[in-house]
T-cell receptor, first 112, second 117 residues
């Protein structure tokens, strides 16, 4: 079983739509959770960290369910510029010496 | 903010050439840096963890004699792809986390697109 699993999509949505991505992770001892965004042929960029209480940053809301080992990302009022691949990322430890485990990513295409 | 710089961005070489990629943390010290590789439509896969002043830790299936890592200072790690072949063509990305408490994300370099002809 892969450590981080995501639906690869693609998700094709019209501008202004709300879209949700889900992710599951296998290591119950995981400590740190993130959503990264990766544009085509570019490096991943941090979108937001995910906290146990859930957190929101503008149009983006992230949720973490430790009991179910499940992370979600909700994007409201989609913009054309939101088109990208969204990577669910988990780390076993918040210590800087630990690498991140990446999901394969979920592709989003927002259309006019 | 924290920045990780990676150089070069693009490399096109003949088969058999060795290629060195540099990864620098520009405004913070990184005792640990990470090297990832990403093939088209695939996830980032960790290749190795680079530790300043000691040997790198390689992931299963990654040949340490093929991918030489040197982390000689707190701000620089290098990855050398020795005698590169077409199957080594990929997107190589380095990253580092700031050594500070809390839920610190990793900061990535711009990546190096390696094409071996």
């Amino acid at each position: 079983r892969k450590e981080v699993e995501q639906d690869p999509g693609p998700f094709n949505v019209p501008e202004g739509a709300t879209v949700a991505f889900n992710c599951t992770y296998s290591n119950s001892a995981s400590q740190s959770f993130f959503w990264y965004r990766q544009d085509c042929r570019k490096e991943p960029k941090l979108l937001m960290s995910v906290y146990s209480s859930g957190n929101e940053d503008g149009r983006f809301t992230a949720q973490l369910n430790r009991a179910s080992q499940y992370i979600s990302l909700l994007i409201r009022d989609s913009k054309l510029s939101d088109s990208a691949t969204y990577l669910c990322v988990v780390s076993p430890n918040s210590n800087s010496g630990y690498a991140l485990n990446f999901g394969k990513g979920t592709s989003l295409l927002v259309t006019p | 903010g924290a920045v990780v710089s990676q150089h070069p961005s693009w490399v096109i070489c003949k088969s058999g050439t060795s290629v060195k990629i540099e990864c620098r943390s520009l405004d913070f010290q990184a005792t640990t840096m990470f090297w990832y590789r990403q093939f088209p439509k695939q996830s980032l896969m960790l290749m190795a963890t680079s530790n300043e002043g000691s040997k790198a830790t390689y992931e299963q299936g990654v040949e340490k004699d093929k991918f030489l890592i040197n982390h000689a200072s707190l701000t620089l790690s290098t990855l050398t792809v020795t005698s590169a072949h077409p199957e080594d063509s990929s997107f190589y990305i380095c990253s580092a986390r700031i050594a500070r408490g809390g839920n610190q994300p990793q900061h990535f370099g711009d990546g190096t697109r390696l094409s071996i002809l």
